[in-house]
DNA sequence: TTGATTGCAAACAATTTGCAATACT
DNA sequence: AGTATTGCAAATTGTTTGCAATCAA
């Protein structure tokens, strides 16, 4: 499937720090920080290309910035099967959405509303339960 | 509601621009050029500044862009009250869903994944039925 | 008159690219 | 040896900002 690909440290690095991370996004440019910090010699636009690479591959997932000023952010991407996740746009907090509800919903998009639901590209915006919390107490906008 | 704000011909000429193109999305490149070529002498700082304010204001809708490289793309939204909408990932065609489902789905996802749905912020992500049918004639990826 | 808006040029930040040196197989 | 990868510096691009001139009220 792949060809002429070399297997560098840093390659294996930048994988490794994405996959122990699952559960967090990251930019470019924290994993860079985070690789130096860990003593890992790398330079930031191996860490780009890599990343390039790895989400051509499916094996990150990329998250669009928000507003403008903001940087992409990306995340190991451990599913195969995709589903809906719902995303916080407070702390961006994850969660990932397989149940039967989703599936019902789906159908009905498409049943009703003519649209196939890209399950896989779609993010939730939302706020989770902590955030929605302090939301209520700043009571602002 | 608004306090210090002047009414200028830039501002309108922007406002009606987007507003007579609310079936599409729009770039502030996109904008800019298309005033121009309507003689419209503008500057294209103003046309981010007055799309900034108008987002802020909620007249217009921002879509982040997918990838990195491209712009972030602009358009009119009409509708007051906040709801699900879908996209054409393919042809940008977008659609509103105001309907109990959704309304349940939101329901679900407060109770069972104790996320609090931002129906204004969202944008489910999908293909139209024409784009669909193109896609499997195709069978590409 | 007073404060907001304009628009040019310059600044910015995230990301990409040219290219010579280096590492992988 | 032959090809892919690295990484620095420089280029790109979308967007923002400083600031003096202009305009709306």
């Known amino acids: 499937m792949q060809r002429g690909n070399y297997q560098t440290r840093q390659q294996e690095a930048i994988v490794a720090l994405f996959e122990r991370s699952a559960h967090a996004c990251l930019t470019a440019e924290e994993a860079y920080r985070q690789l130096l910090a860990e003593g890992m010699d790398v330079g930031k636009t191996t860490v780009y290309r890599a990343i390039t690479k790895l989400c051509d ?70 706020l989770c339960q902590d955030c929605a919390k302090k939301q209520e107490k700043a009571g602002v906008e």
């Open 57 to 126: 591959a499916g094996v990150l997932r990329r998250y669009a910035p928000q507003s403008s000023s903001e940087a992409a952010q990306y995340q190991y991407n451990p599913c195969r099967e995709s589903h809906l996740h719902i995303r916080c746009a407070q702390c961006g907090a994850m969660e990932h959405l397989h149940c039967d509800e989703v599936e019902a919903f789906a159908v009905h998009i498409r049943a009703h509303h003519g649209f196939v639901l890209d399950e896989g590209r779609t993010m939730l915006c939302g």
